[in-house]
């Protein structure tokens, strides 16, 4: 059967629909949502990083103006059904103690919930803290990774120790060995993945709403996972799933902040069934910084043999990673996102050791953050490449050329036995290396980088793969994961032929609803604003597994490309039934089947979507209604890839590094709209640079958060951001009818090895051979001290 497709919405840089609400303040928040007779939840939080709690005094707060209510941990016990969920278990032997939304017995990092309070106002709820009178036994707190790692001090008693896990990917461990005893070339590398503050413009808000009757639950979150909420909730509560409804209104950014199950979601909900009125809270941004997950926080060894020519023969990779005080929803499997890519891009043989420990520390848990664990395998892996270069004497990008997969390798089966769907390495290199002008750059260094010169320049290169979609289910299942991979889309052509997409995924500012309408109207031949698309409320959505990982695409909106030829080819049926012919004679296209040979003999969408609803002229057995919905579970995860290239100029004597020029090249398949693909890479970009320059979350050795609020965390102004040079190649992934990929972490993961990668170019001549994140000028300025011994 020959399908003529004359509509060309998929490819076009089309304006996003969501904005004009954002921009003119119509958009509803958490926070905004008018929610008459509701209660003001705040939270007591521990000053102490590790500390039995001895008592907890609330009669204080209750005497003060507007308080209804105020709770310690022990009085809230009956309310949990069971601990806060992790629902990822990467071993059998993992130690997980019991966490509850309100301590109990120990406070565990600073920000610890020890207290609750509701109350009729944020003011007075806020007010009423003080009043509340803990006792406290402070005890050591722990730190540093290592320090953890020794038990010096254990900070989970019925744990009995500050280790969690170790889990080991290990290909061909006598290869390893021999490849290392036989090579030409090794290298030995330490870096430290700095933790992170995700700051969301939008600080996390929760309203919980009870029916008056029937025992239901609305739970209004900013959250990334409405629907894996409500499934914890339901359980964590021990009420059934179907007395639980969550809704994700308008969410100000994520960035795998809001993909958790949080300790105030619980407590609204099980606080609002408990007083039978509405509960509201609201974080601050102090707050934020102290209650709502960090990122990365990770010491890596790396290590890479080499032969003659510089061509890799093995990985070795030793990770140390900080969990913080408790394993939060994925905590503990972030690490395992990135342990298949410390070899990179490379063509390496069955020879790979790959160990990740993990501890508790006194710290802010740690979780999902932009990439989440792509992006830290990624600056190994190239910060190890330009480190093997220096020792061999290569060009780094000509290093990066003798080991890239070739294009003609794909689909390539990797050491560990995955399948990495298409690639071309070669081409997305030599692009950034056009657009960069590598070649200018390596000449200008000739004249610019000599002895006596304060202003040095350095060029870095980062080309990486990303592992994402999450899925498929079985894959997940051999990691322990406590979810499948899978999402759901319906389809349905309402009889006026407007169409509604209801989908599974939850956007936060990715543009789902411009680019699944774009997909259903170019499928179905409707214009994209006459399609509307469903999402985020599980009592409209009632199926889905959400939005992180890269996985929007090329899950979510694969099964609604397939959900959308379901419809056309129930539609097909009733066509040919009304047309007399046989389905195999339709085309369609345009919104419109026409008989082949017969170009007089067509009938549109619109028509078939009327006699759908009326059913007054059906084949038989045929259901009324034009409507499809489909589950779809990819077989492989999607694979995009890129490089990017950095510029900087250090200036040796301050230690400021000047960005000149960056470039990006991604490719991610089939772009279903490049303007908001542009806006991913240049976003990504963005907090990548971030990490390699400028944030990083400073804990003092008591485990006081010194970086709690903007005035200390350095997030990049636009005025700290360089121009953006964007450009792709295209590679369709052949494991779905689309050839889509994802691309909302591209940019984080390759951004920070470029960067630094640059400014120690640029300071190589001075003999220095690493910086640590961030680069900002102190650092920079004591690597520039410690390699020339205080000469410069």
């Not at 304006?15 to 905004?32: I, S, V």
């Not at 190239?382 to 093997?388: F, G, I, P, T, V």
């Not at 002008?437 to 350095?458: H, M």
Request: contains cysteine.
């Amino acid at each position: 059967m020959t399908v003529v497709d004359e509509t060309r919405v998929i490819g076009t840089p089309m304006l996003r629909r969501e904005d004009p609400a954002l921009l003119t303040g119509e958009a509803r928040y958490t926070n905004d949502l008018p929610i008459p007779g509701a209660l003001h939840l705040a939270v007591l939080r521990s000053p102490y990083a590790h500390a039995r709690i001895t008592s907890v005094d609330v009669s204080g707060a209750l005497k003060q103006p507007g308080v209804v209510a105020a709770y310690s941990g022990a009085d809230l016990q009956d309310q949990w059904g069971a601990p806060m969920p992790c629902a990822w278990p990467v071993t059998a032997d993992m130690k997980n103690p019991p966490h509850y939304p309100v301590a109990v017995s120990k406070a565990c990092y600073v920000g610890d919930g020890v207290a609750v309070v509701l109350a009729r106002s944020e003011a007075e709820a806020q007010d009423a803290l003080d009043a509340i009178d803990v006792g406290y036994e402070p005890l050591d707190a722990v730190i540093g990774l290592e320090d953890a790692l020794s038990d010096r001090v254990v900070i989970h008693d019925d744990a009995g120790t500050n280790k969690t896990y170790t889990w080991e990917l290990k290909v061909g461990e006598e290869a390893v060995d021999a490849a290392f005893a036989a090579a030409a070339h090794t290298v030995k590398e330490r870096y430290i993945q700095q933790r992170l503050i995700p700051m969301a413009m939008e600080p996390r808000a929760v309203v919980a709403v009870p029916e008056p009757f029937g025992g239901g639950t609305t739970l209004y979150s900013a959250t990334q996972i409405p629907h894996i909420l409500k499934i914890m909730t339901a359980i964590t509560l021990g009420i059934p799933e179907h007395h639980v409804r969550v809704v994700a209104p308008k969410v100000g950014g994520a960035f795998g902040s809001k993909l958790n199950v949080y300790a105030e979601e619980l407590l609204c909900v099980a606080l609002a069934r408990k007083h039978g009125v509405p509960v509201r809270w609201n974080e601050d941004r102090t707050e934020n910084a102290l209650a709502t997950i960090q990122g990365r926080g990770q010491i890596q060894d790396i290590e890479l043999a080499a032969d003659e020519n510089g061509r890799l023969t093995a990985v070795r990779v030793r990770l140390l990673c900080d969990m913080g005080a408790y394993l939060q929803l994925v905590t503990p499997g972030i690490p395992l996102l990135g342990a298949f890519l410390y070899a990179g891009v490379y063509d390496i043989p069955a020879a790979y050791d790959f160990s990740c420990t993990s501890v508790f520390t006194n710290m802010t848990p740690t979780d999902a953050y932009r990439g989440a664990g792509r992006p830290e395998a990624t600056y190994a892996i190239e910060r190890a490449m330009d480190a093997l270069a220096a020792k061999i004497g290569l060009d780094p990008m000509e290093l990066r050329r003798r080991n890239f997969i070739q294009a003609e390798q794909f689909p390539y089966t990797a050491f560990s036995g995955l399948v990495y769907d298409s690639g071309d390495h070669q081409a997305a290199a030599d692009k950034a290396a056009e657009l960069a002008d590598y070649a200018g750059i390596r000449a200008r260094q000739e004249t610019q980088n000599v002895p006596g010169s304060t202003k040095r320049l350095g060029v870095g290169i980062s080309s990486y793969f990303e592992m994402c979609g999450l899925a498929p289910s079985r894959v997940l299942a051999s990691l322990n994961y406590g979810a499948g991979g899978w999402e759901t889309a319906t389809v349905r052509v309402l009889p006026t032929n407007k169409v509604q997409v209801v989908t599974g995924t939850s956007p936060h500012g990715q543009g789902h609803e411009t680019c699944w309408s774009m997909i259903a109207a170019e499928k179905l031949g409707v214009p994209p604003e006459d399609i509307e698309v469903l999402h985020s409320d599980t009592a409209i959505s009632p199926i889905g597994l959400d939005s992180y990982g890269s996985r929007s695409l090329a899950v979510g909106g694969v099964a609604i490309d397939m959900a959308c030829d379901r419809v056309i080819d129930k539609a097909r049926t009733i066509a040919a039934h009304q047309l007399e012919c046989a389905e195999e004679d339709l085309d369609f296209a345009a919104g419109e089947f026409t008989v082949r040979g017969t170009p007089d003999k067509t009938t549109p969408l619109a028509a078939i979507a009327f006699a759908a609803f009326t059913a007054h002229d059906l084949p038989d057995g045929l259901e009324p209604n034009l409507e499809a919905s489909v589950t779809y579970d990819p077989p492989n995860f999607s694979w995009p890839f890129g490089t990017h290239m950095c510029v900087v100029e250090v200036d040796t004597e301050t230690g400021a590094v000047d960005v000149l020029k960056y470039v990006a090249v991604d490719d991610c398949g089939v772009q279903i709209n490049p303007l908001i693909v542009n806006g991913q890479v240049h976003g990504g970009v963005v907090q990548g640079l971030a990490q390699a320059l400028f944030e990083e979350a400073v804990y003092d050795s008591d485990g006081n958060l010194k970086t709690s609020t903007l005035t200390e965390y350095l997030v990049p102004a636009a005025s700290d951001v360089p121009a953006i040079t964007t450009d792709h190649t295209v590679t369709p992934s052949p494991t779905n009818a689309m050839g889509v990929k994802g691309i909302g972490e591209a940019g984080t993961i390759g951004a920070a090895p470029a960067v630094i990668n640059a400014v120690v170019d640029a300071l190589s001549g001075l003999g220095v051979t690493d910086v640590p994140m961030p680069a900002s000028p102190h650092n920079v300025w004591k690597a520039i001290q410690a390699a020339t011994g205080g000469t410069k």
